[in-house]
């Protein structure tokens, strides 16, 4: 089965990375429920039973210093003139300047006052790393910038929780999915990367169950009116990468759920026309279910799988209906899509719808240059061609 991923930074040497628990306990994450739930099912979100966590496009990110023009009201003299003189030295290409004077700034930036940051002083501080971090992985160290964001991480952590705002505390959320992002890389213990993933589903958890207008109530996404700070992709990314965890590491009693509850943030049910993104990516988490669960086949996981990959094509199909332009993770689900559907038909002994399916995944591969499923795709051609007397 083919599950497509973004890409990923090149293994590195082992070196430990800087991961700290802080002032906070973290617990192994846990779910109750079958291990095959049934397909479609709608689980409301409730403290015991499921986690949610938050990592949009714009939860981490802080603003692009080049183009971010009001930066210097947001920082003490103290912290402005080094920010400068890294903003300068990044236009004029000089990285390492960029990076020597961004690192000034923040060592100098937490030793101040909160309150000469105004409001939301740990937004203000931390994004001074966050932008640093950022550099440091796109110039190829993702380990120093893991024990960057882990220090920011801290910084929010060890504050007093009743100081923190409610996009102070997405950005604790948010550092800690990008910390569990590059836990690969930086040879991070399995049992560290899990505690890290799941401190982020449960403080997002946590922060969604503080904005329920009535606290009797149990906490339900589809009732609940978000602040314009936090968005359906805040509340579901992490979801789907702890997901993506557990099943990496083979705990599918544990991804399904979460791949299930992600499908049904996405996609709801109760007549509200998704976007056709989002319908991609819940398409794109079907399909994840399927991979998972036709590891082991057996004829019920089999028929199980089927289910989830009809319903993602199904929902590619929909979506692609309703826009003029192609989207990326419509055309990157669909290659996985169709490539696990001709995998299911093998699997069942139906060689000729197999085939039909492997050719079809090679041709959208091959359309939007995903050169996994072009390899994948060939591959299962030749495979089945040869079967041929």
């Given at each position: 089965?083919?599950?497509?991923?973004?890409?990923?930074?090149?293994?590195?040497?082992?070196?430990?990375?800087?991961?700290?628990?802080?002032?906070?306990?973290?617990?192994?994450?846990?779910?109750?429920?079958?291990?095959?739930?049934?397909?479609?099912?709608?689980?409301?979100?409730?403290?015991?039973?499921?986690?949610?966590?938050?990592?949009?496009?714009?939860?981490?990110?802080?603003?692009?210093?080049?183009?971010?023009?009001?930066?210097?009201?947001?920082?003490?003299?103290?912290?402005?003139?080094?920010?400068?003189?890294?903003?300068?030295?990044?236009?004029?290409?000089?990285?390492?300047?960029?990076?020597?004077?961004?690192?000034?700034?923040?060592?100098?930036?937490?030793?101040?006052?909160?309150?000469?940051?105004?409001?939301?002083?740990?937004?203000?501080?931390?994004?001074?790393?966050?932008?640093?971090?950022?550099?440091?992985?796109?110039?190829?160290?993702?380990?120093?910038?893991?024990?960057?964001?882990?220090?920011?991480?801290?910084?929010?952590?060890?504050?007093?929780?009743?100081?923190?705002?409610?996009?102070?505390?997405?950005?604790?959320?948010?550092?800690?999915?990008?910390?569990?992002?590059?836990?690969?890389?930086?040879?991070?213990?399995?049992?560290?990367?899990?505690?890290?993933?799941?401190?982020?589903?449960?403080?997002?958890?946590?922060?969604?169950?503080?904005?329920?207008?009535?606290?009797?109530?149990?906490?339900?996404?589809?009732?609940?009116?978000?602040?314009?700070?936090?968005?359906?992709?805040?509340?579901?990314?992490?979801?789907?990468?702890?997901?993506?965890?557990?099943?990496?590491?083979?705990?599918?009693?544990?991804?399904?759920?979460?791949?299930?509850?992600?499908?049904?943030?996405?996609?709801?049910?109760?007549?509200?026309?998704?976007?056709?993104?989002?319908?991609?990516?819940?398409?794109?988490?079907?399909?994840?279910?399927a991979e998972l669960v036709v590891r082991n086949p057996t004829v019920e996981r089999q028929e199980y799988a089927q289910t989830w990959a009809q319903k993602s094509l199904g929902l590619l199909q929909a979506a692609r209906k309703d826009t003029k332009e192609?989207?990326?993770?419509?055309?990157?689900?669909?290659?996985?899509?169709?490539?696990?559907?001709?995998?299911?038909?093998?699997?069942?002994?139906?060689?000729?719808?197999?085939?039909?399916?492997?050719?079809?995944?090679?041709?959208?591969?091959?359309?939007?240059?995903?050169?996994?499923?072009?390899?994948?795709?060939?591959?299962?051609?030749?495979?089945?061609?040869?079967?041929?007397?």
């Open positions: 089965m083919l599950r497509l991923r973004a890409p990923r930074w090149r293994p590195l040497p082992r070196r430990p990375c800087a991961f700290e628990a802080g002032r906070q306990s973290l617990r192994p994450f846990s779910t109750e429920g079958p291990s095959l739930p049934p397909p479609g099912a709608r689980n409301t979100v409730r403290i015991a039973t499921a986690c949610l966590g938050a990592l949009g496009a714009g939860a981490l990110a802080y603003a692009g210093w080049d183009a971010y023009t009001n930066w210097r009201d947001l920082y003490p003299v103290e912290v402005r003139v080094d920010l400068k003189l890294g903003i300068g030295a990044k236009n004029k290409g000089d990285s390492e300047g960029s990076a020597y004077y961004k690192r000034k700034a923040w060592d100098t930036a937490i030793t101040l006052p909160l309150e000469v940051f105004k409001t939301e002083p740990y937004l203000r501080i931390t994004g001074i790393a966050v932008d640093l971090a950022g550099e440091l992985e796109e110039d190829g160290k993702p380990q120093d910038a893991f024990e960057l964001y882990s220090d920011a991480l801290n910084l929010i952590r060890n504050a007093s929780p009743e100081r923190l705002s409610g996009r102070e505390r997405l950005r604790a959320v948010s550092l800690a999915v990008k910390l569990g992002q590059l836990a690969e890389p930086c040879a991070l213990p399995v049992e560290d990367e899990e505690k890290i993933r799941v401190f982020a589903v449960e403080e997002t958890l946590k922060l969604l169950m503080d904005l329920r207008p009535d606290e009797s109530q149990p906490l339900d996404f589809f009732k609940l009116k978000l602040p314009n700070w936090l968005s359906k992709t805040d509340v579901g990314v992490p979801l789907q990468e702890l997901g993506d965890f557990y099943g990496r590491v083979g705990k599918l009693e544990y991804a399904i759920p979460l791949y299930i509850q992600g499908i049904s943030l996405l996609v709801p049910q109760d007549g509200v026309k998704a976007q056709p993104e989002d319908m991609c990516q819940a398409a794109h988490l079907m399909n994840n279910i192609p989207i990326p993770v419509c055309e990157v689900a669909l290659c996985a899509a169709l490539f696990n559907a001709g995998m299911l038909r093998e699997l069942a002994g139906d060689d000729e719808r197999a085939l039909s399916f492997f050719k079809a995944a090679f041709q959208q591969s091959k359309s939007f240059a995903v050169e996994e499923g072009v390899a994948a795709a060939k591959d299962a051609i030749e495979r089945l061609n040869a079967k041929q007397p």
